[in-house]
């Protein structure tokens, strides 16, 4: 037993006692019971410890509201900035050089990291709610870009290039499936500025923290664009086989995107069913052109 319990435990024998001298029934017994000393022959509640209650939260919505600790992110910078004093501001000469004052004197006072992260978090907070992405991957994508920011790797970068290297790395760490196109696209950020901000938080921040990055694999994307484009499970189910055979069988997508292949097997798991969609409508909505789904077709025809 703890030192807490046992004190507990005391405090309760003390009152016990004090409380022999006014009884509340003919034969108290008293029991403590969810933060309550209550006799259990009458009901009388003679006292309530609110300090070592402690209800259990069991879902995510009583976690998020009993949660006590602020978001990570909040701690830097102040609740409330000081503007630049305008002409058309209606004060006094004496007001505008004292605000214009207190102004410089806040931004004096805020380091460059608060400053990154001010611009920084409502822009992945867009991101993610654009793109639907759960919280928990959220936050893994904030602790990376805080690790960036630490170690000054945004210095002569863009901001935008990390938040959205940041957020797919976290992506792949979870598996979750959503490609990269999508998330260059929703930012509206160059291609080639993610990638190399990605190549650096692969090589230094990952082997850190302990995260292991996931290729996106064709698997993971089947059901996504069969869901997208609105085929039966079971076709999608008969395209994932005819993948993990052909893989089986000796086929590689190295150096090949997997969008292609995995577009490329619901095509053939269409043929004799139901869903039948045209390569032009799911070369669309993979992302990829006709031609490249016409290649991979030829590759896993080779090993059907």
């Not at 006590?68 to 910078?77: A, L, Q, S, Y």
Request: net charge positive; charged share 30%; glycine share 4%.
């Amino acid at each position: 037993m703890n030192e807490s319990n046992a004190e507990d435990s005391q405090d309760f024998e003390e009152y016990e006692n004090e409380l022999m001298e006014e009884k509340c029934c003919e034969n108290p017994k008293l029991r403590q019971i969810d933060g309550e000393i209550v006799c259990i022959n009458c009901g009388t509640v003679h006292r309530r410890n609110i300090v070592s209650y402690k209800r259990r939260a069991f879902s995510p919505e009583e976690i998020r509201e009993r949660r006590r600790t602020e978001p990570r992110w909040r701690r830097f910078g102040p609740r409330t900035t000081i503007p630049k004093v305008t002409k058309e501001d209606k004060m006094s000469p004496q007001q505008k050089t004292l605000f214009s004052r207190l102004s410089k004197i806040q931004k004096s006072l805020v380091s460059s990291i608060e400053r990154n992260f001010w611009e920084a978090r409502p822009k992945l907070k867009m991101l993610t709610s654009s793109l639907n992405i759960p919280s928990y991957i959220e936050e893994t994508a904030w602790k990376i870009y805080v690790e960036v920011v630490k170690k000054q790797m945004t210095l002569g970068r863009t901001i935008k290039g990390f938040i959205a290297a940041s957020l797919y790395a976290a992506i792949r760490i979870h598996e979750y499936p959503l490609t990269f196109d999508e998330i260059c696209d929703t930012l509206v950020v160059s291609k080639h500025k993610v990638i190399r901000s990605l190549g650096l938080i692969l090589n230094k921040i990952l082997p850190e923290l302990g995260l292991k990055y996931h290729p996106i694999t064709a698997e993971q994307l089947v059901y996504k664009f069969g869901n997208i484009l609105d085929i039966g499970l079971s076709t999608q189910k008969k395209a994932n086989k005819i993948l993990t055979e052909s893989f089986e069988k000796g086929l590689t997508y190295t150096g090949k995107d997997p969008r292609g292949f995995a577009a490329a097997a619901l095509y053939l798991a269409m043929a004799h069913s139901p869903d039948q969609k045209t390569q032009a409508e799911v070369a669309e909505q993979a992302g990829i052109t006709e031609v490249t789904l016409r290649n991979r077709l030829k590759d896993l025809k080779k090993y059907l």
